[in-house]
């Protein structure tokens, strides 16, 4: 049995900057290096995604451009994890690209995906006052409409 769990526990990736054992998704995002140049580089970038989300919540047709080239982000991470994986000694320290994509999940589609999601409940939040204003006018239509055939 303990020979069992010593082979589970050498199993677990040891990280190569901080040399602690990986066993959860905080130990590896504390085990990321957030001092390279690339990495603040994406932060600021999703700082500014955030930002445009904000800005253009008043134009509706510039954040259905902004909403699709975030998922179209989305959808290329896959692509851009293989790419980076070749490349990664180009632009970073250490190897962080692993075939699961767990890494560019966690640092680039998460918080691109919570940026939709945030851009929708807008939508839903729009579309539910819309639906308000339209029935409070149309019983008040109503209600003006009762009025004269009942002064008539």
Not at 21 to 33: E, H, K, L, P, Y
Not at 123 to 148: D, N, P
């Amino acid at each position: 049995m303990t020979d069992q769990k010593a082979k589970n526990i050498s199993s677990i990736p040891i990280d190569g900057f901080s040399n602690t054992r990986i066993t959860s998704i905080w130990t590896f995002m504390i085990s990321v290096q957030w001092s390279e140049p690339w990495l603040i580089g994406l932060l600021v970038f999703h700082v500014v995604c955030v930002f445009l989300t904000v800005v253009t919540c008043r134009y509706y047709r510039a954040q259905i451009c902004h909403f699709l080239l975030m998922v179209g982000m989305v959808y290329s991470a896959e692509y851009l994890n293989e790419l980076a994986a070749m490349n990664w000694r180009s632009f970073s320290n250490f190897q962080y690209f692993d075939s699961k994509g767990m890494f560019i999940s966690l640092v680039y589609s998460i918080p691109l995906l919570l940026n939709t999601v945030i851009i929708v409940m807008v939508w839903v939040y729009r579309t539910f006052s819309t639906m308000t204003e339209l029935k409070t006018l149309q019983l008040k239509r109503k209600a003006r409409r009762e009025m004269r055939e009942k002064n008539d």
